[in-house]
C-alpha cells in the first residue's frame, strides 16, 4: 500500500554533508510516521531518526546535533540531512513508513541507499 525509493547515497569526505530523500506512493495518508534507519555489515538494523505526522522528531544519540530529518508534505518526501559525516556513519541507510490503521500497525521499508564515508 505504501512504496518508497530513497536515494542520495553517495561516497562523501569526512566532515562532509549528505542529504538522503525518499519518496513516498501508495496509502501516503495513512502514514503514522517516517523514520532513517541504518545497518552496518554483520548488525541488525538500527534506527538513526524518526519523525511523526504531527511533526515530532526523535533522533539516536549517535546523530543528534549533525543529523536532521525533515517531510516535504507537498512532494510526499522525508529527508535526511547528515552533516559533520564520520567513517563510522558508513552504512545502508533504510526509509520506513509506518502506517497505523483501524488497531492494524504495519511497516514499509526502502530498498536501501548506501552513504560511504572515506578519505
Known amino acids: 500500500q505504501v512504496q518508497l525509493v530513497e536515494s542520495g547515497g553517495d561516497l562523501v569526505q569526512p566532515g562532509g554533508s549528505l542529504r538522503l530523500s525518499c519518496a513516498a506512493s501508495?496509502?501516503?495518508?495513512?502514514?503514522?510516521?517516517m523514520g532513517w534507519y541504518r545497518q552496518f555489515p554483520g548488525k541488525q538494523r538500527e534506527l538513526v531518526a524518526t519523525?511523526?505526522?504531527?511533526?515530532?522528531?526523535t533522533y539516536a544519540d549517535s546523530v543528534k546535533g549533525r543529523f536532521t530529518i525533515s517531510r516535504d508534505n507537498a512532494k510526499n518526501t522525508v529527508y535526511l540531512q547528515m552533516n559533520s559525516l564520520k567513517f563510522e556513519d558508513t552504512a545502508v541507510y533504510y526509509c520506513?513508513?509506518?502506517?497505523?490503521?483501524?488497531?492494524?500497525?504495519?511497516?514499509?521499508w526502502g530498498q536501501g541507499t548506501q552513504v560511504t564515508v572515506s578519505s
Open positions: 501508495g496509502s501516503i495518508f495513512s502514514i503514522n510516521a
Open positions: 520506513q513508513a509506518r502506517l497505523a490503521a483501524q488497531f492494524i500497525v504495519r511497516d514499509y
Open positions: 519523525i511523526t505526522r504531527g511533526g515530532i522528531t
